[in-house]
């Protein structure tokens, strides 16, 4: 099946600096990926759609100069967490699609922690 | 909007024993799909079953089934024998059907936590 590596799997940072998460799809091209953040033992929350060539898309109440998403490549989106605070300590994960009825890729997502 | 609900935060089953996990759902739109994950305590989202909104049957794999009762909207998961390793958090999830794009976001439930007890 497709396989989507995410890294880092955990990162602890200081306050104030930048965090980059990568998504890379292994085996098959994503120009659709999308970034996710989850709070211990609830939803995924969708934070935005990113689309190859063009500029992500966010939901609303999220941060664009905050999370800053790239998606150079058919194969490989980052998430960027500019400026870290502790309460953007959460797991992200992220995902890539092919059709509707094509089941979700999960990355195994990254645990940041801001100290 | 695309809305998930599922009403059981949180499920406990005999080992071996089939437990069906509830999943309702609200969409406007005629084409979609229904997705079930289940979600380990290590984190990483593993795909179980899918069910189409023009699927007349119910979907199966192996242990699992979809019960999709489309007038009611409804696709509860059924895990038949359960094992110690289902123990886990299950999310419902619907992405939107479009036949033009495969950008359509999905939208999960908050998730039902299962414990399956020896």
């Known amino acids: 099946g497709a396989v989507v590596s995410q890294h880092p799997s955990r990162v602890i940072c200081k306050s104030g600096t930048s965090v980059k998460i990568e998504c890379r799809s292994l085996d098959f091209q994503a120009t659709t990926m999308f970034w996710y953040r989850q709070f211990p033992k609830q939803s995924l929350m969708l934070m935005a759609t990113s689309n190859e060539g063009s500029k992500a898309t966010y939901e609303q109440g999220v941060e664009k100069d905050k999370f800053l998403i790239n998606h150079a490549s058919l194969t490989l989106s980052t998430l960027t967490v500019t400026s870290a605070h502790p309460e953007d300590s959460s797991f992200y994960i992220c995902?890539?699609?092919?059709?509707?009825?094509?089941?979700?890729?999960f990355g195994n997502g990254t645990r940041l922690t801001v100290t | 909007a695309q809305k998930i609900t599922q009403t059981q935060p949180g499920m406990f089953v005999q080992e071996k024993e089939a437990v069906t996990l509830d999943c309702t759902y609200d969409t406007s739109d005629q084409s979609y799909g229904l997705f079930w994950y289940k979600q380990p305590s290590s984190g990483e989202m593993i795909f179980l079953i899918y069910q189409g909104s023009y699927d007349e049957q119910n979907a199966t794999e192996g242990r699992y089934s979809l019960n999709f009762q489309k007038a009611r909207k409804s696709a509860n998961l059924v895990i038949s024998a359960s094992q110690l390793g289902d123990s886990a958090m299950y999310f419902c999830a619907m992405r939107e059907g479009n036949y033009n794009t495969n950008a359509g976001k999905s939208t999960f439930g908050d998730g039902t936590t299962l414990t399956v007890k020896p």
């Open positions: 995902s890539a699609t092919g059709f509707y009825n094509s089941p979700l890729h």
